[in-house]
């Protein structure tokens, strides 16, 4: 990894510096810019926050909860085809590639850093596929338009697990499909959810405190 010239930041060439091109192991089909080290990404991203108030590389990861529903869609590819989609806190935009090879008609990868949707359209070229970028805080509106909403490991934290939480049990009792995916955090809902499906993603230790992260996939039902 090498460090961007001086100058007007350019996420592109920030992504490009600082990733290698890498599949995924539980989705070898998808290649992303990948950090293979999380320090010097960190690092990288904290000497030009002052500058482009950049927020946590969080995009150059693909976490145990994105990988198990981009497993999920491409062996399932029924459930996506012909419907919108909707990857929530997207990152990498992993979800949305897989959503976009499983034939959705339309893939949306929303997350409001806008260097991770940088991360998503080269990313996206590299699997030769079309996916929409979104940077707007969705959690107190009605994701009208999608068919399907789907979010990984966003549990994490209680704030953001208890207004994501509300927010997909809304859009569950309008009628669209929701699908989470979470790798045993704390803040996952605990009542409403069916499981779907289970995976023993490979994690590193930089990342999490196991080599091994099983994450479920849970539909959420309309109450």
Excluded at 164 to 185: C, E, F, I, Q, Y
């Amino acid at each position: 990894m090498t460090a961007q010239p001086a100058g007007r930041f350019d996420p592109a060439e920030f992504i490009r510096l600082q990733t290698t091109i890498a599949p995924p192991p539980l989705v070898p089909e998808i290649r992303l810019h990948l950090a293979t080290e999380i320090t010097p990404i960190w690092q990288a991203t904290e000497a030009t926050l002052a500058a482009t108030n950049l927020p946590p590389p969080y995009w150059a990861f693909a976490w145990p909860g994105g990988q198990a529903i981009a497993r999920y869609l491409l062996d399932n590819p029924a459930l996506v085809h012909g419907r919108a989609v909707l990857d929530f806190a997207s990152g990498s935009g992993l979800v949305a590639i897989a959503a976009a090879m499983g034939g959705a008609r339309r893939a949306v990868a929303n997350d409001i850093d806008a260097v991770a949707g940088a991360a998503v359209r080269l990313n996206a070229a590299l699997n030769g596929v079309t996916v929409e970028t979104d940077h707007a805080d969705l959690l107190d509106g009605d994701a009208i338009g999608f068919d399907l909403v789907l979010a990984g490991d966003v549990c994490y934290e209680r704030p953001m697990a208890e207004r994501v939480t509300r927010w997909v049990r809304g859009l569950a009792a309008r009628g669209v499909d929701v699908l989470l995916a979470d790798p045993g955090r704390a803040y996952l809902p605990t009542t409403g959810l069916v499981e779907l499906a289970r995976y023993a993603v490979k994690t590193s230790l930089e990342l999490e405190d196991r080599e091994l992260r099983e994450t479920v996939i849970y539909r959420l039902q309309a109450r």
